[in-house]
């Protein structure tokens, strides 16, 4: 039972472009959602979060929205740029619950010159 | 800060022998580490959870007897694989936590093959 599904396995978008990495979950419990980035052979590294009480937020080129209605997510970084080329990972957490994060699957990212 | 380390990076070991795998929190102290497994293209599952000095605690279809992990300090968590199979080849990861936090910080991971 996939909880967290991220349903494009593989993104490839050009330099300077806007790259939108989507994320759906089931749980309507989640309330707290993660995007990692990773690279191969290595662990994740945290990228962004954001609270179910926000629909938005903002880290330089990295913006996390969230539609609670639509169970959905998504990344947008711009611009893209060749270092942004790895498997993201969205993640979910339920309050109480140790913070024990849930996965999706992952996007590849390419980002072409 | 918040850096994670493990060791070791890759491991291979035969069949029916058993493997540790070490995980620190390097610049923090960490009162929840976290152990995951990674197969090819897929995603992170969580294994355990465990806390310093109290047992951890196991997802569902996860052997406990198998997988042992001990929580001995605020930055030490090892994971021992016990009488490891082909089946158990896999890149492990550790992660760890400090306070609150949702935030996890995660290992390098260790790929272990078992022939």
């Known amino acids: 039972d996939q909880q967290v599904k991220q349903n494009s396995p593989s993104l490839s978008v050009q330099e300077g472009r806007i790259s939108i990495l989507n994320c759906d979950y089931t749980?309507?419990?989640?309330?707290?959602f993660l995007w990692y980035k990773k690279y191969p052979a290595e662990g994740p590294t945290f990228l962004i979060s954001?609270?179910?009480?926000?629909d938005k937020n903002e880290d330089g080129r990295f913006t996390v929205f969230l539609n609670k209605s639509a169970k959905h997510l998504s990344l947008h970084i711009v611009p893209s740029q060749p270092g942004d080329s790895a498997v993201y990972f969205c993640?979910?957490?339920?309050?109480?619950?140790?913070?024990?994060?849930?996965f999706g699957t992952g996007t590849r990212l390419q980002v072409t010159l | 800060g918040a850096v994670v380390s493990q060791h070791p990076s890759w491991v291979i070991c035969k069949s029916g022998t058993s493997v540790k795998i070490e995980c620190r929190s390097l610049?923090?102290?960490?009162?929840?580490m976290f152990w995951y497994r990674q197969f090819p293209k897929q995603s992170l599952m969580l294994m355990a959870t465990?806390?310093?000095?109290?047992?951890?605690?196991?997802e569902q279809g996860v052997e406990k007897d198998k997988f042992l992990i001990n929580h001995a300090s605020l930055t030490l968590s090892t994971l021992t694989v016990t009488s490891a199979h082909p089946e158990d080849s896999s890149f492990y990861i550790c992660?760890?936590?400090?306070?609150?936090?949702?935030?996890?910080?995660f290992g390098p991971g260790t790929r272990l093959t078992v022939t």
């Open positions: 954001i609270s179910s009480i926000k």
């Open positions: 993640a979910a957490s339920v309050a109480g619950t140790a913070s024990k994060l849930t």
């Open positions: 992660s760890a936590r400090t306070g609150p936090s949702y935030e996890q910080y």
């Open positions: 749980n309507s419990m989640f309330d707290y």
């Open positions: 610049d923090f102290q960490a009162t929840t």
């Open positions: 465990s806390n310093e000095g109290s047992k951890a605690t196991y």
